[in-house]
């Protein structure tokens, strides 16, 4: 559910060291930022027609193997300049079809790495309880911490208010998902940004969540923390 405190899908602008950085929600996990003529795509899906007006990618994240997040059928019409694929070694090896037309980073959980002059940092992505028939298992996904300009943003990919994301430390912007059965309830991921304390927070990954509740909860407990409402499923997507 959106409250009054919601809006339609615009882009955002934060002013970063060297330049503007711009946040464009897309649907549901999918995001680009644009910072210094380079576009980040986030888990790039919707088919071509979901970036219309925005430039071809220069780096593409994928945080996980799931349609959702991963998808041939919109990557391929959407690569133009051999961009940058970052993505943990399970969607990697999904990728045989796109080689010859993309730069492929393999990042496991920790790893970090300097791509086309952004830090990239791989993080932890699992539900708990930990088990082999979880949705999301601990070591097959990436979330992701990116240093542009100088902020640190965090995209959290689907997981709980897992020990890796709550010792988060310094985070400016985060991507946070919510969404039951396959991440976590509104309720634990407010917990969740309570303990890392990030200075903005997006919902993300939300379909079917109450976002006026995960508001209230994070600002009872830090006022100083800017929730930023967005509507991440435009024409009933």
């Known amino acids: 559910m959106l409250g009054a405190n919601a809006q339609l899908i615009t882009p955002d602008v934060e002013k970063v060291r060297g330049g503007d950085l711009t946040i464009h929600p897309i649907t549901h996990a999918t995001l680009v930022l644009s910072y210094h003529n380079k576009n980040i795509y986030v888990d790039p899906t919707g088919g071509a027609e979901a970036f219309k007006g925005i430039g071809a990618p220069d780096i593409i994240l994928i945080t996980d193997i799931h ?5 041939v059928k919109t990557l391929d019409p959407i690569i133009d300049k051999k961009p940058v694929i970052v993505a943990p070694k399970a969607v990697a090896d999904k990728l045989t079809s796109l080689s010859d037309k993309v730069k492929l980073v393999i990042l496991n959980n920790g790893e970090n790495k300097m791509v086309e002059g952004i830090s990239i940092t ?3 992505m699992y539900n708990l309880p930990e088990g082999p028939d979880a949705y999301h ?11 542009i300009g100088d902020k640190n943003i965090y995209i959290s990919g689907d997981t709980e208010d897992i020990p890796e994301m709550r010792a988060l430390k310094n985070i400016d912007i985060a991507f946070v998902c919510m969404n039951l059965p396959y991440t976590m309830p509104v309720e634990q991921a407010a917990e969740g940004v309570l303990a890392f304390k990030p200075k903005i927070v997006y919902p993300y990954h939300y379909r079917g969540q109450n976002l006026d509740v995960f508001k209230t909860l994070v600002n009872k407990g830090d006022k100083n923390i800017e929730v930023r409402l967005r509507n991440w499923y435009p024409a009933g997507k």
């Open 67 to 71: 349609g959702d997040h991963f998808d």
């Open 122 to 124: 791989a993080i932890p």
């Open 137 to 147: 298992t601990k070591g097959r996904g990436n979330g992701y911490v990116l240093n």
